[in-house]
């Protein structure tokens, strides 16, 4: 989540959540919190609404993990930041859980694909006989056994 939009659900200025963790900074590791280079900002406001880097305020956002919005609780001590934090908590709790069961449904789809797929060549096999089994047949004239008379 980008500090932004943490300052928002918060209720107070970015640029004073951006000085609680300057404060605090010993508080956001690199896998806590980290900003956004000068493409990755590029980026973010060309693929959306944000009109120009200004309105992020000209500088470089912070993004957040979920370790980081979690440690934004214990530098924002006020009771709006701790109901916030629990609901933010509950969403990332909320997300994981739907990667898990979209992983576990794709994993399924993928088995029986391949149980499908054995199947399938065992099926076309089996049409293969039948077909085959359908084909008028060659008969072979076969000489007859016993004393020939010919009748000329």
Known sequence: MLDRDLAILYGVRAIALRQQIKRNRERFPEDFMFKLTK??????????????????????????????????????????????????????????????????LTRRVDALEGRFGEQDEKIKAIFEAIKQLLQPSVVQVKPKIGFHVSRQ
Do not use: D, W
Request: a positive charge; glycine letters at 4%; zero cysteines.
């Open 39 to 104: 493409e990755e900002s590029e980026n973010l406001v060309s693929q959306n609404v944000i009109p120009s880097l200004k309105s992020l305020g000209g500088y470089k956002p912070y993004a957040f993990t979920e370790q980081g919005v979690a440690m934004l609780s214990s530098v924002l001590r006020s009771r709006r930041a701790v109901l916030v934090n629990i609901q933010i908590m509950r969403t990332f709790a909320k997300l994981k859980e739907f990667l898990l069961t979209h992983s576990e």
